[in-house]
């Protein structure tokens, strides 16, 4: 018996290093795992992390800035002309006209070609002008095909936006 005690004694003496050494291979995974988990490692079996996500900033809506140039109000003319356009793809010259004083520009600065030819025809395209700070914002509405188009031209010798008769 006293064979059976040394026997226990001898395997708690080979379990003492072995055990010390699987305690200390334990710690260090885990420390391990611990420091992936902080850095960014993900467990499979856990959600994923949240990263931040950049929010987009707010393109501003464009408004009329008399101060400002003819090349820097160009956005608001054109959100104005289109708003008639989506509701009125063939919109007359005096529709457009009237929806650009409605959001701000002076009458009296606009030109606008006429909605019908000589011959009495539908005009392929119309084109208006505001006078703004010296220069022109010039927009044209058709043909069908083309769409709407604008941009930002000096004023003519005449002191006009527009060549020829314009109906204003």
């Known amino acids: 018996m006293r064979n059976h005690g040394g ?5 708690r003496r080979a379990w003492g290093p072995a055990a010390l050494t699987i305690v200390a291979l334990a710690s260090v995974g885990c ?9 960014g490692a993900h467990d499979p079996g856990s959600p994923a992390p949240s990263s931040p996500v950049a929010t987009p ?10 101060s ?5 109000n160009l956005a608001f003319f054109d959100m104005t002309v289109k708003a008639v356009l989506a509701k009125d793809p063939s ?3 005096a529709a457009l006209v009237d929806a650009l004083v409605v959001a701000g520009f002076d009458r009296g600065d606009m030109e606008v070609t006429p909605d019908r030819t000589t011959a009495d025809l539908e005009a392929d395209s119309i084109q208006f002008s505001v006078r703004f700070n010296g220069e022109c ?8 095909d083309k769409g709407y ?20």
């Open 7 to 11: 026997t226990a004694t001898g395997r």
């Open 31 to 39: 420390l391990a795992g611990c420091t992936a988990a902080e850095g």
């Open 57 to 66: 900033t707010p393109t501003p809506i464009p408004s009329l800035d008399p």
């Open 68 to 72: 400002l140039s003819a090349e820097q």
């Open 91 to 93: 919109a007359s010259g």
């Open 137 to 144: 914002i010039v927009g044209q509405r058709g043909p069908e």
């Open 149 to 168: 188009h604008s941009m930002v031209a000096p004023l003519l010798g005449t002191g006009r936006c527009l060549l020829g008769s314009s109906a204003k």
